[in-house]
């Protein structure tokens, strides 16, 4: 009955030790340098049918894969219908001198706001130029209110604003046109304010001021 048993048991035994010793040759071929690619048992989607570019396809009629655009097609977050919107320069090549932005509180509060979102880190809040960031040693930009910055035209500061001057980077990606001139209005709305004389006063409010 013993030796029966043992039987039994040697019998099993066998195909696990086969299968252990195949475990560890195979462990040990993995390291072995091989001419044949790679057996790749979960693609994952790593291996699909794709075009490149240039490459050619058998299911356009002019055989390119690579397509042109629909005719009228124009970029989803950018319609150049008014080149001196989007860029601040006009036909002539010159800076716009005015902002084509209306005026308006809303445009100015929407100005305020990203003006305080994106420049007064570093203008600071007024446009003194004394931002936080000037404060962790960043170098110092200029005031806002130097007399040189505020002949400038509208066009040139938008033109700032998208493409960046000296240590200043370029906000086009971050901020899209509109607010652009947003800000711009708003910086001489702002400018105005530190500037101001008794004439930008309302006289029935002159009497409060001491």
Not at 63 to 77: C, E, F, H, K, L
């Amino acid at each position: 009955m013993r030796r029966t048993t043992h039987h039994k048991l040697l019998r099993l035994s066998i195909p696990f030790a086969l299968l252990a010793a195949l475990v560890c040759l195979s462990g040990c071929f993995r390291e072995m340098p091989s001419e044949k690619p790679p057996i790749h048992l979960n693609p994952d989607m790593d291996k699909q049918p794709k075009y490149k570019a240039q490459s050619e396809s058998a299911f356009f009629a002019d055989r390119s894969a690579m397509r042109q655009p629909v005719p009228g097609t124009v970029p989803a977050d950018q319609i150049d219908e008014d080149p001196a919107f989007f860029t601040g320069i006009d036909q002539q090549g010159d800076t716009v001198a005015h902002s084509p932005l209306p005026v308006t509180m809303l445009s100015l509060e929407r100005g305020r706001e990203r003006f305080n979102i994106y420049c007064s880190p570093c203008h600071g809040r007024v446009g003194d130029g004394q931002g936080i960031m000037v404060s962790r040693g960043y170098v110092p930009p200029p005031s806002l209110h130097d007399d040189r910055i505020r002949v400038l035209s509208d066009g040139h500061i938008f033109d700032v604003i998208t493409n960046g001057i000296r240590n200043m980077p370029a906000y086009r990606h971050q901020i899209p046109p509109e607010d652009r001139w947003a800000i711009v209005n708003y910086l001489h709305a702002l400018q105005r304010s530190q500037h101001a004389t008794m004439e930008d006063i309302p006289v029935e409010r002159r009497g409060a001021i001491k």
